[in-house]
Structure formats: structure tokens, C-alpha cells
């Protein structure tokens, strides 16, 4: 009897045992798998639109060599020139163009690697220009596509009577880029306080510091709400953002039309270069592209000193009774982005 | 007494003065010691009123010494410097700039204590640019002039201002800038009979400029004594006794042949007169020369000013010496007698890059001869070897010879000869100049957004200089501001500017063929010599890249020079021309921003000159002509070319050894080679080494009498090493 009841109560403690193991590895997959889904994706989201850089570009090491010796008379002497590429920014370069420059006279491009890397094409038959693609950095790709291209470069026999020679190579690279702002704004249509209604929120200006995941950067918004003038009661307010903009990285802006352009030596226009366009601004279901924003200018003239865009929500669309709200304001830039590599390189001859 | 003891007994009597006006109530009292220097301490002298300004310097410190509490109490507000318990103590601290008068309180030093005085910052500053001097080898003449006067005007401010006339008075101004142009001018003055190809006196004048640099030298004996320049003047003093006393005598014993005791009066009176007219011969050639070469000078920076002259930069050689140079010209002897074979050791370098082009060096050897009153130069032999006076050498990679110039006895009269060896060669030199082009339209949207192409593009060298290889003319070239817009809707003048400058010692004597070379997409439009276009040939269209090049013709064409109008040239030589682009597409490529280059060859002959100096005596015993009993009793005497051993030696390549003879009398010679290379060569004064095979080698050379007894024996190692080493 002793027995029989000794066995029962071990298996009681046995079967309770493993019902609160249970219970507790479900509580821990719960509370794991949970913060495991949100937390990471909030954290995303922040930094994939951070930073001010677009394309990273960069020479690999001694690929070309700092100095190059020629070993005989008449002789070319080859090396390679490498490359390397990653989109640290949060937009995907669809059709970016590459374009290495040597001294004609000192070296000759004798062709690109490709080695059936999708991300590159070689563009023309003169071999100096390859068009390539990376996608920037996203939810799935935090970091950002990299890659490397090398070309086979040879160092062109010196003169009989020279010795040494400077000489330098340059990489320029041209992309179309886009940079996206996100903003919380408080739009308040009631700019006098006419309503006896507590507001949720008052409209201030915000200021946006560490770039938004591409060169060009929206620094401050000013956001203010301009009651319009209309008859009847029906009124309607109009929010309007004043977006405040620079060019944080050292290469070219110009229009996103001249990518290919900007690469070559066709001519490129005043009012093509330092030139943004506005590609859409919206909050709340309203946007640029859906009509209800009047906005000057659409192509921003980057000038060097508070370059600046405004946009206003036209007449009649937000009724003054809304009262205050906070929503989310995206602007959206796009543009032609250029910029240049160079290493300087010593050659010299044995004699 | 020396110049410096009188200055300083004059400023003791001024310092007493200073103490007895003092006493009286304007100046503070003396101290109770003299000057440790002072000998003259016992007299005072009333009357004297005022000392010369040129003395008042010296007395600064003297009155100092005299009472420096007085003196800074007087003078430190102005100075701004002066700290002092010196009204009281006597121990007057401070000065111009820190530092000051101990001498209250030492009883009259002389020398100002303390850190730096002001005369101190004024010596180390008067040496930096003397070092500046130095290292420029006194050329700079914009930056020296500007420095000088700057410092000048330093030296009003902070001495000559202060103690001469008071703060700021414009008249004290004068002596410093005096003192500067004196310390300008002498260098230029000096340096203008560099132009004179006068060996000897270069290095003459390289001393005297370098060693009795004007400002230290006022300084340091001219201005009160520091610590410092106290210092630095004995190691001066020291310096030149060491270095130029004994050479000094010698030269003094040689030129009067004290050694030989060979000196009457007259005979000391005869050399001196020579000496001086020699002397006074170089200073008139030196005078007369100054017109032409600042005319020269100044055509330069007229022309470089109106655009006429380009300059650029020479191309790194890399320590390697390309052309051709004559070095060491010297005679076995500095003294020979009328009845000598004058003997002129020289060595001939060439080296060339271009194995293809051959140069060919023709060696010559000249001497100066009084026929009437006409100093005339009388070719001498520079290859005895051979029935031609002429040395020819004929390369395509690297050579040294060694030209033995020989003139017969009873050549020269007597007296101090000029001795010239003369090398002709032809020569080629290449010149680059890297150019910008870009899109004309894109540059003007550049321009007019604020962006730089050079910086967008990340280039550096904005203005790139033209380049040019080594040799002896230097190729500039100069072209329109960079980068250059092209445009297919309006047209582009480009300018092209080419400036052949002499820049060795000697001259462009006429020019074989200039090729200016410039990207196919562009035309020479116009020049100012004539030029024609021809298709380039061989290595001249560097596999395709040209299709035709710009050549000069031989001949002035349509009033326009041609080959034959650039000869003996001994500054420089312009052409300007204009381009224009004909193809933009073709020029420009697919790039933005394109460099490219222009390209220039000359092909010339150039004449190079180095000289020495021999002095011929009268033979011994007064022979005229050669004594054949004189003869007998001088021993044979070596000389051996080259100096020093081991000797390096690349495979293939000839290295001569030679020696020259003197009195040889009977004696029989030859040559051994041992090593990596066996062989002898007997009877000859020359041999020339070469090696296929790397390794270690000797050379030797000996000598026997007539009765089988070794006279003479010298060896030289020789290392032969690969092609490419250093």
C-alpha cells in the first residue's frame, strides 16, 4: 500500500514537473519570439534610412600600384586597377555608370573583368566604361550590396630618353539616387485656436541631422498651417512644409535625366547641375503625386546656402474643423549623383 | 689697430661723454670700473658734444656699460621691454628684447647678458638668410631682394631707429637699406663673371660670397658685442685663419717662387704686375659683362611677363647623369715651362637613353695665345694618338673617356694661360605638357555653379608644368589656361608657346629638327616659325597614336624662321602658335574631363666649353727651347686617369684606364688586365676594359727602365656587375 502510494505521488511530481517545464519553455518562446519580431524590425527601420552616403567607392590595395617600374625597352608593363563598390545608402542603383580614366598617352585600358558578374556590363566597345547595379540597404540586406571590378591596364613603353613619369587614375562613378525623408509632423488646422478643443499636438518645426540614407540630405522642415481664405463655414486649412536641404557628400548633383550624360562628354546644362527634383511629398493619404500639393520649385537649384523647397496643401482639401493630429510626412528626392576617385602613380624605367 | 678697435676706442670716448653729460644731470652716471676693454679711462673729454652716427652703434652698449640704469631707464619704455631694478642696483635686466645690462652692475661689460638681445635675433636672422643665400645659391633675386629689404627695414625698426634717431625716424632707414643693397648687389656682381666660364674665378667668387656674407659681417664686427656675436666673431676669425692662412702662403710662396729662390725684386715685381693685370683683365670682363647679362635678365622677365617665354620643369632623372659633361679639366701640372708639352687631362661623359640614337661627340682643345695685341685661342691636340686635333666619339649608351690635350712646347709666351676643352655633340630632348579638356558648355555650367572641374574630378595638379628630359637645352611648353573647353558650336583658339632655354654652360649651336606633336583631333592653325604638317614615321606615331606631327622647315619660309635661323643660341629660343579642335567627339571620348598631352623633340648640336688655367715660366736655364740636357735630368712623373679605384664596371660596357706620361725618357710600359678578363697590352698609355661576365677584376699598369728595374706600378679593382645595377 505504501508502495502503491509512494509510486503515485512520484508520478504526480513527474507529471508536474514536466507541465511547468512546459509552461515555461511556451512563456520563453512567447516572450522571445515575440520581442524577436518586433525589435529587430524597429531597429531596421532606423538605420537602413541613416547616413549620407550613397556609393562608397574606393581602389583596392595596390590594385593599381603607387609606383610601376618598366622592365625593358619598348615594353608595356600591365597591372590591374580595382574597384571597389558598395551601396551604403538606403536606394537600390539600377543603372549606375562607371567610367575609368587613364592618361592615354602613359596607359591603355585593355579590357574589364566581368566574369559573368550580373552586377556589370560593359558599355560601348572602347572598353573604359561598365554600367552596374547594387541594391542599397534594405530589411533583408541591412548592410548593403558591395562588390569589386577590376580592368587590365597596360603602362604604355616611355620615351627613349625618359626616365620618369607621373601619371594618375581616376574611377568616376554616375547613378541616379533617391533620398527618402520621413518626418512625425503635427498638422494643425486650427492655426488661431478658434476651437474650444484640447489639442493632441501643436504644430513645430523639426530638424532631421544625420542624412537619410543618401547624399543629399533634408536638414530641418518647417511646418506651418495657413488658414485660407474662403466664404460659407466650410473652411479649409492649408499645411504648408518649408523642407530645407544640402548636398552632404563631395560629388556632383545634377539631374536625374543626366546619369548617363554626366559619365561622358556630352554637355551638361547650368540648370542641369546642383539640381534635385522633388519627386513626391505626402502625409496622411495626401501627396504630390496624387495632386493635393502645390509645391515650388519641383527642381531644386542647389545653390550651397539654405537650399530650400515649399509645399502647401491646396485649398479646400483639410477642413479647419480636423482639429490637430500627428502624422508622418515622407518627402522623396531624386537625383544624378557623381563622384570621382583618383590615386596618382609613379612610373619610372630601369636602366 | 683694426678697423673694429677704432670703432670701439671711438665708443669708449662717446660712453665717457655719456657719463659726464650724465652726471650733469641727462644721463646717468658712470660706474665705478671701466670697460674691462677700455684702455682710455683716465681722460674725459668735455668738449665733445655729439659722436658720428656711425660710431653711436658701438656705444649702445657703452652706454650701457656707463651707466645702464640710466640707459634703461631711458631707452626701455621704447624698446617695451625693459624690466629693471636697475635705477637702484644698478643691475640692469632687460634690454631691447630680453636681456640686457649687466654691465651696470659687472662695472662696463661690454657684453649684453641674458637670452637674446635684440642684435642677437638680428645675427641668427642676418645667418637664416644667409643660409637661404647658400642653399639658392644666391639666384633667387626676387625672394633675396624682398627678404633683404624686409630685413633692412627690421633692423631700422628695432636698432638703427632706436638708437640712432629715435622711433621711426625715416633718415636712420638709409644705412640698413645701404647695407642691404650692398648685400644684394656684390653676390650679383660677383656672380655675373660666372657667366665667364672662368673656372678658377668661380670658385674664388663661390668663396668670397659664401664666406664674407655682408649683414653677419656687420653684425658681428660692426654693431655692440653680445655673447653671441661675441662667439661667433673669434669662430670666424678662427675659421678663416685655418682655412686660408696656410693655402694663403703657399700660394704665395708658389706664385713668387720663394721655394725655388728664383725671386729677385723685379722678378716679384714682373709676377705681381702680371697678377694683377690678369686680375684686373677679369674684373674689366666681369664689369663689361653686367650690361649684357642684366640686359639679358631683364629681356627674360620681359618676355616671360608678356607671355614670350615659358618655363616648366626638368624631368627626374634619378641621379642618372644624361648627355654630355666634360669634368675635371685639369692640367698634370699647375706650372710649366716654355719648353713642356702642355698637358690638359679632361673626362668626357656621355650617357643617352635612346640606343637608336647615336650622339657623336667631338672633343676639341684650345688655348689662349697673345698674337700682336690680340688675345687669340690656338687649337691644341686632342687626340695625340692620332694625326686629328679632334677627339670623336661616337655612342649610343654610356661612355667615359679620357681627352689628353696636348700643346708643344713653345706653344704658349709666358705667363697665366687660359686653356679651353671644347665638346660638340648632337642631342635630342623631349618635352611633354599635360593638358585638360572638357566639354565647353559643362565647364561654363561648372563655372557658373561655383564648382572647380579640377576638384569635382579630383584632380591635383591644377597647372601642370611641362616636363622635359634631361640634357642641355631645356623644352618648355606652355598652353591656354586649364582645363581647355572644347565645343563642336564655336570655335576655340588654344595657344601653344614653346621656349628652348639654354641650360648648360655652354651653346645651342644650331638646331637639327623640332617636332611638336599634338592629339590628331586637333590642327596647328598658325605659328610663328614655319611649320608644316608631314606624316609621322616610325617611332613618331607611338603605334598609332599620331597619324602627322608639326615639323620646322629648314628654311625661313614666307618670313617666317625656319631650322637654319636657330643657331648660337646661349639664352633662349620662343615659338608661340594657335590650335584649334577640329573634332571634339574624337578629342574628349567618352570622358567628362580628358588629359592629353602636348609633345615637342628637339634635335640640335650643342656646344659645351670648360676651361683651366696653366702658367707657363720661362725654361729652366733660360733655355730657349727645348733643353735636351734639362730634360734628362727630370724623373718621369705619372698621372692616372681614373683617380680612385675600385672601379665599376657594367657587362659590355668600355672603361678606359690611361696614364700620362712626363719625361718619360726610356722607360717601356704596359698594360695587365687580370680576373674575370686576362690580357696584356704593351707599349700603349690607354686600355680599354670590358667584360662579358660579372665578377672581380684588376687592373695594372707598370712601368720599367731601360735596365729591367720596375719604375712605376699601379693597380686599379674593378668590379664588373649586371646592366641595371646601381
Not at chain 2, 667631338?362 to 698674337?371: H, L, M, P, V
Not at chain 2, 720661362?618 to 683617380?643: C, M, V, W
Request: glycine share 8%.
Amino acid at each position: 500500500m505504501k508502495m502503491r502510494n509512494r509510486n503515485r505521488s512520484e508520478t504526480r511530481f513527474v507529471m508536474r514537473s514536466v507541465l511547468a517545464l512546459s509552461l515555461i519553455c511556451m512563456a520563453a518562446l512567447l516572450i522571445s519570439g515575440c520581442s524577436g519580431l518586433k525589435r529587430p524590425s524597429k531597429d531596421i527601420t532606423v538605420q537602413i534610412h541613416t547616413g549620407t552616403t550613397g556609393l562608397a567607392m574606393s581602389f583596392l590595395k595596390n590594385a593599381p600600384p603607387s609606383d610601376i617600374q618598366a622592365t625593358g625597352e619598348n615594353q608595356r608593363t600591365p597591372f590591374q586597377v580595382g574597384i571597389s563598390l558598395e551601396n551604403k545608402g538606403a536606394y537600390d542603383i539600377k543603372d549606375g555608370h562607371l567610367l575609368l580614366s587613364v592618361e592615354r598617352n602613359y596607359m591603355e585600358i585593355m579590357g574589364w573583368q566581368l566574369n559573368d558578374n550580373e552586377r556589370f556590363t560593359q558599355v560601348g566597345a572602347s572598353g573604359e566604361k561598365v554600367s552596374f547595379k547594387l541594391k542599397g540597404r534594405s530589411d533583408i540586406n541591412p548592410t548593403g550590396e558591395i562588390d569589386s571590378i577590376f580592368a587590365n591596364v597596360d603602362a604604355l613603353p616611355f620615351e627613349k630618353q625618359s626616365i620618369t613619369r607621373s601619371a594618375s587614375i581616376r574611377a568616376t562613378a554616375c547613378y541616379g539616387y533617391q533620398t527618402l525623408a520621413s518626418a512625425s509632423v503635427c498638422i494643425d488646422t486650427d492655426a488661431y485656436n478658434l476651437n474650444p478643443i484640447d489639442k493632441s499636438c501643436t504644430a513645430k518645426d523639426i530638424s532631421l541631422s544625420g542624412g537619410q540614407g543618401g547624399p543629399i540630405s533634408v536638414d530641418k522642415i518647417d511646418v506651418s498651417v495657413l488658414p485660407n481664405n474662403e466664404e460659407g463655414e466650410e473652411k479649409s486649412a492649408s499645411p504648408q512644409f518649408v523642407v530645407h536641404i544640402s548636398n552632404k557628400g563631395d560629388g556632383l548633383v545634377f539631374n536625374k535625366d543626366k546619369v548617363s550624360d554626366a559619365c561622358s562628354s556630352a554637355n551638361l546644362k547650368t540648370e542641369d547641375i546642383n539640381t534635385v527634383t522633388l519627386d513626391d511629398i505626402s502625409f496622411s493619404g495626401y501627396s504630390l503625386k496624387g495632386g493635393y500639393f502645390e509645391c515650388s520649385p519641383i527642381q531644386i537649384r542647389l545653390r550651397g546656402q539654405d537650399d530650400k523647397f515649399v509645399c502647401k496643401v491646396k485649398k479646400g482639401i483639410i477642413n479647419t474643423k480636423t482639429g490637430a493630429y500627428s502624422t508622418t510626412l515622407e518627402v522623396v528626392l531624386e537625383y544624378g549623383y557623381s563622384q570621382t576617385i583618383s590615386k596618382d602613380l609613379a612610373m619610372s624605367r630601369i636602366i | 689697430m683694426g678697423f673694429s678697435s677704432l670703432i670701439y676706442k671711438f665708443g669708449s670716448k662717446f660712453a665717457r661723454k655719456k657719463a659726464a653729460s650724465a652726471s650733469s644731470g641727462d644721463e646717468p652716471a658712470d660706474p665705478p670700473s671701466g670697460d674691462a676693454d677700455d684702455t682710455d679711462t683716465s681722460s674725459d673729454e668735455p668738449k665733445e658734444k655729439k659722436p658720428g652716427k656711425l660710431r653711436r652703434a658701438w656705444n649702445w652698449s657703452k652706454r650701457k656699460a656707463a651707466g645702464g640704469a640710466g640707459w634703461v631707464a631711458d631707452k626701455a619704455p621704447e624698446a617695451g621691454g625693459a624690466l629693471g631694478s636697475a635705477a637702484k642696483g644698478g643691475a640692469a635686466v632687460g634690454g631691447v628684447i630680453i636681456g640686457g645690462g649687466r654691465a651696470a652692475l659687472g662695472g662696463g661689460w661690454r657684453v649684453t647678458k641674458g637670452l637674446f638681445t635684440s642684435i642677437d635675433i638680428l645675427l641668427i636672422t642676418a645667418l637664416l638668410l644667409h643660409a637661404y643665400d647658400l642653399k639658392t645659391y644666391f639666384e633667387n633675386l626676387q625672394t633675396r631682394g624682398l627678404l633683404l629689404i624686409l630685413f633692412a627695414v627690421y633692423a631700422w625698426l628695432f636698432i638703427y631707429s632706436k638708437y640712432e634717431g629715435g622711433f621711426g625716424d625715416i633718415k636712420a632707414l638709409i644705412k640698413p637699406l645701404g647695407i642691404s643693397a650692398v648685400a644684394f648687389f656684390v653676390p650679383l656682381f660677383l656672380r655675373s663673371t660666372f657667366f665667364l666660364n672662368i673656372t678658377h674665378l668661380n670658385d674664388l667668387i663661390a668663396t668670397i660670397i659664401s664666406l664674407a656674407p655682408i649683414w653677419p659681417l656687420v653684425i658681428m664686427f660692426g654693431m655692440p658685442t653680445t655673447r653671441l656675436s661675441k662667439w661667433l666673431r673669434i669662430s670666424y676669425i678662427i675659421l678663416i685663419l685655418l682655412a686660408f692662412v696656410p693655402s694663403f702662403w703657399y700660394s704665395i710662396s708658389n706664385d713668387f717662387n720663394i721655394q725655388t729662390m728664383r725671386v729677385g725684386g723685379f722678378g716679384v715685381m714682373y709676377d705681381t704686375w702680371d697678377n694683377v693685370k690678369k686680375g684686373g683683365g677679369y674684373v674689366y670682363d666681369s664689369v663689361a659683362g653686367i650690361p649684357g647679362q642684366l640686359k639679358k635678365t631683364a629681356e627674360k622677365q620681359i618676355q616671360y611677363a608678356v607671355g614670350d617665354y615659358y618655363t616648366g620643369q626638368v624631368e627626374d632623372s634619378k641621379n642618372q647623369q644624361i648627355g654630355v659633361y666634360i669634368e675635371n679639366v685639369e692640367p698634370v701640372t699647375a706650372d710649366f715651362y716654355a719648353d713642356d708639352t702642355v698637358i690638359v687631362w679632361a673626362t668626357l661623359l656621355a650617357k643617352t637613353l635612346d640606343p637608336e640614337k647615336q650622339i657623336e661627340i667631338k672633343a676639341t682643345c684650345w688655348g689662349e695665345k697673345r698674337i700682336g695685341d690680340e688675345l687669340k685661342k690656338e687649337q691644341g691636340d686632342a687626340d695625340p694618338s692620332s694625326d686629328n686635333k679632334e677627339f670623336v666619339l661616337q655612342t649610343a649608351r654610356e661612355e667615359e673617356r679620357y681627352i689628353t690635350c696636348e700643346f708643344p712646347p713653345k706653344f704658349f709666351d709666358m705667363g697665366p694661360k687660359n686653356i679651353f676643352v671644347d665638346a660638340d655633340f648632337n642631342f635630342q630632348t623631349m618635352s611633354y605638357l599635360k593638358t585638360y579638356f572638357m566639354n565647353l558648355e559643362t565647364l561654363r555650367a561648372m563655372k557658373r555653379s561655383g564648382i572647380d572641374p579640377f576638384d569635382q574630378y579630383k584632380i591635383t595638379d591644377k597647372n601642370p608644368p611641362s616636363v622635359c628630359t634631361n640634357g642641355p637645352i631645356n623644352l618648355n611648353i606652355k598652353t591656354s589656361e586649364m582645363p581647355i573647353g572644347v565645343s563642336t558650336s564655336e570655335p576655340v583658339d588654344i595657344k601653344l608657346g614653346i621656349t628652348l632655354e639654354n641650360a648648360w654652360q655652354g651653346k645651342l649651336k644650331k638646331a637639327n629638327d623640332i617636332t611638336i606633336k599634338i592629339p590628331d583631333a586637333m590642327e596647328i592653325t598658325y605659328c610663328d616659325h614655319a611649320f608644316e604638317k608631314v606624316s609621322c614615321t616610325g617611332d613618331e606615331c607611338e603605334d598609332g597614336k599620331y597619324i602627322s606631327v608639326y615639323k620646322i622647315k629648314k628654311q625661313k619660309t614666307g618670313g617666317k624662321m625656319g631650322l637654319d635661323d636657330i643657331k648660337e643660341v646661349a639664352g633662349y629660343h620662343s615659338i608661340a602658335c594657335r590650335l584649334k579642335v577640329n573634332d571634339m567627339n574624337r578629342l574628349l571620348g567618352n570622358y567628362p574631363l580628358i588629359s592629353t598631352f602636348f609633345k615637342v623633340t628637339a634635335d640640335y648640336e650643342y656646344g659645351l666649353e670648360k676651361m683651366t688655367s696653366v702658367n707657363i715660366k720661362e725654361a729652366l736655364g733660360g733655355g730657349k727651347g727645348t733643353d735636351a740636357a734639362t730634360q734628362q735630368q727630370k724623373a718621369a712623373s705619372f698621372t692616372y686617369r681614373p683617380t680612385s679605384s675600385p672601379v665599376t664596371v657594367k657587362i659590355g660596357q668600355q672603361k678606359e684606364f690611361s696614364v700620362t706620361i712626363t719625361n718619360p725618357g726610356s722607360i717601356s710600359y704596359g698594360w695587365q688586365s687580370q680576373g674575370v678578363k686576362e690580357e696584356t697590352w704593351p707599349d700603349v698609355t690607354s686600355y680599354a676594359f670590358s667584360s662579358d661576365k660579372a665578377g672581380d677584376a684588376k687592373v695594372i699598369f707598370s712601368a720599367i727602365s731601360s735596365n729591367g728595374t720596375k719604375v712605376e706600378e699601379k693597380a686599379w679593382d674593378v668590379k664588373v656587375v649586371e646592366e641595371g645595377t646601381t
